[in-house]
């Protein structure tokens, strides 16, 4: 099954220029949803990890069921405000502005490997700011999984050495 065909695309959506991968009709197909978390845990089988790590909100999406499939540890990072007891923070800039992120800081222990999952790589501000949260609390990266990779944006790059993992990629 194709799942990029599965991925509604609107153009000049929220603004104009900007052109909007909608997975919600990815996620009303149950086959395509299902061949989606079948994709994303092939192209794990050769990484090492103790949990995944879902990015508010999309992230949350694909990496509960993914944790769930793959017997392992699931990590909200999520946005500020939304997770009681002690938490890890951080602060990071966005191509429109800024954005923060949080963690439990509890959420894992000095060595864990973590594979974090978001539905979409642009800038990868948010992807790196995750990172930054999970070795915070001594956790290791093993590397980043996303569905849409938006290549045009270079996110890529910005996450420098790290493994990453892109099922679908878009010029623009």
Do not use: W
């Not at 949803?33 to 092939?42: A, G, V």
């Amino acid at each position: 099954m194709d799942i990029k065909s599965k991925i509604r695309v609107i153009e000049d959506y929220p603004k104009e220029g900007i052109s909007f991968k909608d997975i919600t009709t990815l996620l009303k197909d149950r086959e395509a949803f299902k061949e989606t978390l079948n994709q994303l845990e092939k192209a794990l089988e050769d990484y090492e990890f103790d949990y995944i790590a879902g990015i508010e909100s999309r992230g949350l999406i694909f990496g509960a069921p993914l944790a769930d499939r793959l017997n392992k540890g699931f990590i909200p990072i999520r946005k500020p405000g939304k997770l009681p007891g002690e938490i890890e923070k951080i602060s990071y800039e966005l191509e429109y502005g800024s954005g923060e992120l949080e963690m439990h800081k509890d959420a894992i222990n000095d060595g864990d490997r973590v594979v974090i999952i978001d539905d979409l790589i642009a800038t990868g501000g948010s992807a790196k700011a995750a990172a930054n949260l999970i070795e915070a609390v001594g956790g290791e990266v093993s590397c980043f999984e996303f569905l849409i990779e938006l290549t045009e944006l270079n996110g890529r790059s910005y996450l420098g050495d790290y493994d990453v993992i892109s099922l679908i990629k878009y010029d623009h």
